[in-house]
C-alpha cells in the first residue's frame, strides 16, 4: 500500500458542507472495472458543463490549483455513498490530503487504505487555512505527518491531531491484509468455538 | 453482575477476534453481501495476490446496480456495465461464491434479498461493499457499508479491523398517524439530528412507535441510518423478527431455532445500559415529509414551507441553502404543496419493498396520473415483484398509468440507463437527493411510496392523508 510522509505543493480551497461521493466522482466512473484515470472525473459536474468543456471558474481549472496537493473543504466531507472510487479519484488528480472540520466514517476508511491523509481542523482554523489558499501567493503548503505539522508560504507552521493508529498505518503503507492474515491461528479459533455454539452460521 | 450492555455492545464483543495494541479491534464477519460496482477490486486483488477466499459459505452475490428494469431477458446494452457484470459472474464461477443469477426468481437488489434470502439474522455481523448495509440492522444484527479494499480484507479474512464507534439511542415513542411511514419517521429523524448527527456512532432505534412497525417499515428506518452519518443502525429483534426469518432458505432450520431463538432473545439492551448520545422525538408529531434542498437533511413536513435563507442562523447555514435553492430551482418560502413534479420513482433499497408496493397501489387505486407526468414503480427484487402480481398491484398501478418495471436498483442511482433528464423534477422514495444523482442536473425530493404516488395522480406535492379513500 501508498505510505505518506510528506506532501508539499498548492491547497485548493472548496468552501462547501457536506460534498458527497457521488459529486466527487459521479455515477458514469463506477461503470468501469477500473482505477485509472479517474482523477479525470473528480468533482465532475464542477468541472465540466454539458457540453463536457472545462468551467475556467471552478478552483481546480485555475492555475496554481490545478496542481493541487491538498484540499481544504466544508464539514461532513466524502458523505454519502461508499465507492472508493472516491480516494481513487483524489489520488489520481493528485491530492493526497484533505483537510475539514469533519468527513463521514466509510470516506474516513476509505482513505487510509489508499494512503491518503485526512485532517480533522476545527472549522475556524479550516476557514484561516481557506482564507490563506484563495490566494495563489500564499497557497503553497506543505505537510509532515511524522511531525504532525503543515508549513504555510510564510514559514510558520499550523499542528494537527492524527490518532495513532492511522499515522502508524499512513506512515509506514501497511498492508492491513497481510496483517490479518498473521492471526490466523486465532481466527480459526474464534470460528471453531462460534460453530459450536451456532452451527446454522455455517452452510 | 456484569454492566448492563447495549445491544451493540452485546453484538460487538461477541465477534472481537483480537484487540490490536493501537486500540482497534479485529471483528469477526458471520456475513457478507456482494454486488457488482464494488466487488471486482477484492477479486482481483485476490487473483494478483494469490489469496484464497475463507469462507464461500458466508458470502453471497447478487448483481443490481447496473441491470436494465425493462427486458432484462435481452442483457445489458451499455458495454462498460455488461463487461462489470459479467465480471462478477466470472469471479463468482473462479471463486465458488454463491450467485443469485439475473432473471432468477429471487434477484434484487442486495439489501432486499439479504433479508429474504435469510441472510440475514439477529446478532449477526453483516458487511457489503455499500452505504445502505444499514438496512440490515432492522433485524438487530450489526450491519455496516465497506469500502473496495475492506471488501477484499473480508473476502481473504473474514475479518475487519475496526475502532469500535459510539453508542446513540434514537427512541420514538408514540403513534405514527395514520398515512405516516417509516420513511417519514427516518426523513424526520434526519431533519433533527442532520447528516453529520450519527457520525462515529452505531444508532440504536428504540420507542413504542419503532416496535409498532413492520420488517419492512423498520428497514426503511435503519436503511437511511448512513444519511444521518451512521454507519449502522439497529432495532432490537422481537417477535415481529423472528415471524419475519422463520422459514427462510439461508435462516436456522427446526434443529437450530430453538437454540438461535435463545441467542436472540438475549440481545435487546438491557435496562440501565449507557449510551454516548440520546435524542427522542414524538410519533404523533411526524407529518408526510418531503425534502426540499440536496442534502437529506432539507427536509420540511407537506404543510410546511421551502426554508428563506435569509432567516438562516449563520452565513455558512445561509449559502447552503441559497445553493441548495439554486439547484433546486425553488424560491424561499415556497409552500412545499406547490411544488410541481415530472417525474416518480418509486423503488429502491429505501422502499422497494412489498409493503411499500401496496402504499403506492393503495393511492393509485381508480385514480390516473397528473396530465404530463411520468411514474415507475420498480419492485426490489423477483419475489417482491411476483407478490405484488399475485395481489393484483400492478394492474391497479398499471390501470393508473405507471409504469411496473423488473427488480434492480434503477433511478436510485441511474446508472442502468433509468435517468432523469436535466432540469427533471421527481418525487422519489430513494434516499439521497445529491445533486446530480439520478441524472445530471435532475431534482430530486425524497419522499414516502405513498406521497410518491400521491404526487404523480395530483402533478404536486399533496398530503397523502387529504386524499379520499
Ligand atoms: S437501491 Fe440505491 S441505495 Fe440501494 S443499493 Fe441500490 S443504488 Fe444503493
Known amino acids: 500500500m501508498k505510505n505518506f510522509t510528506t506532501l508539499s505543493g ?61 484540499l481544504l473543504a466544508g464539514d ?27 468527513f463521514a466514517d466509510i470516506f474516513f476508511n476509505n482513505c487510509v487504505k489508499n494512503g491518503v491523509l485526512l485532517i480533522v481542523m476545527d472549522e475556524a482554523k479550516v476557514g484561516e487555512l481557506m482564507a490563506l489558499a484563495d490566494n495563489p501567493q500564499s497557497c503553497q503548503m506543505s505537510i509532515d505527518l511524522d511531525a504532525q505539522s503543515i508549513t504555510l508560504a510564510d514559514g510558520s507552521s499550523v499542528p494537527f491531531e492524527i490518532e495513532s493508529f492511522r499515522k502508524h498505518r ?27 455454539a451456532m452451527p446454522w452460521l455455517y452452510r | 453482575m456484569s454492566d448492563p450492555k447495549t445491544l451493540f455492545d452485546k453484538v460487538w464483543e461477541s465477534h472481537v477476534v483480537a484487540e490490536n495494541d493501537d486500540g482497534t479491534s479485529l471483528l469477526y464477519i458471520d456475513m457478507h453481501l456482494t454486488h457488482e460496482v464494488t466487488s471486482w ?20 452475490a447478487v448483481p443490481d446496480h447496473v441491470i436494465p428494469t425493462i427486458n432484462q431477458a435481452e442483457g445489458i446494452k451499455d458495454e462498460l456495465a455488461r463487461v462489470q457484470f459479467e465480471t462478477l459472474l466470472k469471479n463468482c464461477a473462479d471463486f465458488d461464491v454463491p450467485l443469485i443469477p439475473l432473471l432468477d426468481e429471487r434477484q434484487g437488489i442486495v439489501h432486499i434479498i439479504g433479508p429474504e434470502q435469510g441472510a440475514t439474522q439477529p446478532g449477526i455481523t453483516l458487511v457489503c461493499g455499500d452505504s445502505h448495509t ?3 440492522g432492522a433485524f438487530g444484527c450489526l450491519a455496516f457499508g465497506i469500502g473496495s479494499s475492506e471488501v477484499e480484507h473480508v473476502l481473504s479474512t473474514q475479518t475487519l479491523v475496526q475502532k469500535r464507534p459510539k453508542n446513540m439511542r434514537v427512541a420514538i415513542d408514540g403513534e405514527l398517524p395514520l398515512g405516516v411511514s417509516g420513511k417519514d419517521m427516518i426523513l424526520a429523524i434526519i431533519g433533527a439530528i442532520g447528516t453529520a448527527g450519527g ?31 451512521a454507519r449502522a443502525g439497529l432495532i432490537a429483534p422481537d417477535e415481529t423478527t423472528f415471524a419475519y426469518v422463520k422459514g427462510r432458505p439461508m435462516a436456522p432450520g427446526e434443529a437450530d431455532w430453538d437454540a438461535a431463538m435463545d441467542y436472540w432473545r438475549s440481545l435487546p439492551s438491557d435496562p440501565g445500559a449507557a449510551y454516548d448520545k440520546e435524542i427522542s422525538l414524538d410519533a404523533n408529531m411526524i407529518a408526510p415529509q418531503v425534502t426540499w434542498g440536496t442534502s437529506p437533511e432539507d427536509v420540511a413536513p407537506i404543510d410546511g414551507r421551502v426554508p428563506d435563507p435569509a432567516a438562516a442562523s449563520d452565513e455558512k447555514q445561509r449559502d447552503a441553502i441559497q445553493q441548495a435553492l439554486d439547484y433546486m430551482d425553488l424560491s ?15 423503488g429502491s433499497c429505501t422502499n422497494g419493498r412489498i409493503e411499500d408496493v401496496r402504499a403506492a397501489a393503495k393511492v393509485a387505486k381508480g385514480r390516473k396520473l397528473a396530465a404530463g407526468v411520468s411514474a415507475m414503480v420498480v419492485p426490489g427484487s423477483g419475489l417482491v415483484k411476483a407478490q405484488a402480481e399475485a395481489e393484483g398491484l400492478d394492474k391497479i398501478l398499471l390501470d393508473a398509468g405507471f409504469e411496473w418495471r423488473e427488480p434492480g436498483c434503477s433511478m436510485c442511482i441511474a446508472m442502468n440507463g433509468d435517468i432523469l433528464s436535466p432540469g427533471e423534477r421527481c418525487a422519489s422514495t430513494s434516499n439521497r437527493n445529491f445533486k446530480g444523482r439520478q441524472g445530471r442536473d435532475s431534482r430530486t425530493h425524497l419522499v414516502s411510496p405513498a406521497m410518491a404516488a400521491a404526487a404523480a395522480i395530483e402533478g404536486h406535492f399533496v398530503d397523502v392523508r387529504s386524499l379520499a379513500s
Open chain 2, 41 to 60: 477490486p477484492g477479486f482481483e486483488s485476490m487473483r494478483n495476490s494469490g489469496r484464497r477466499l475463507r469462507r464461500t459459505d458466508a458470502l453471497l
Open chain 2, 199 to 229: 457520525t462515529g456512532h452505531v444508532i440504536e432505534y428504540v420507542g413504542s412507535a419503532i416496535r409498532a412497525l413492520s420488517m419492512e417499515g423498520r428497514m426503511t428506518v435503519c436503511n437511511m441510518t448512513i444519511e444521518g452519518g
Open chain 1, 76 to 102: 461532513n466531507f466524502g458523505c454519502g455513498s461508499s465507492r472508493e472510487h472516491a480516494p481513487w479519484s483524489l489520488d489520481d488528480f493528485g491530492i493526497r490530503c484533505v483537510i475539514a472540520p469533519g
Open chain 1, 10 to 70: 498548492p491547497a485548493a480551497p472548496l468552501n462547501m458542507i457536506n460534498v458527497d461521493t457521488d459529486q466527487i466522482i459521479p455515477k458514469q466512473y463506477l461503470s468501469a472495472i477500473s482505477r485509472a484515470g479517474l482523477g479525470k472525473g473528480l468533482f465532475h459536474d464542477f468541472r465540466y458543463d454539458m457540453a463536457d468543456k472545462e468551467k475556467p471558474d471552478f478552483i481546480l481549472n485555475r492555475e496554481p490549483y490545478r496542481d493541487a496537493k491538498i
Open chain 2, 134 to 136: 444499514a438496512t440490515h
Open chain 1, 170 to 196: 499512513l506512515m509506514n503503507g501497511l498492508d492491513d491484509i497481510e496483517i490479518t492474515l498473521q492471526k490466523n491461528a486465532e481466527i480459526s479459533a474464534f470460528e471453531a468455538k462460534q460453530k459450536a
Open chain 2, 332 to 346: 424561499a418560502n415556497q409552500p412545499i404543496e406547490d411544488i410541481k413534479i415530472d417525474r416518480a420513482f418509486i
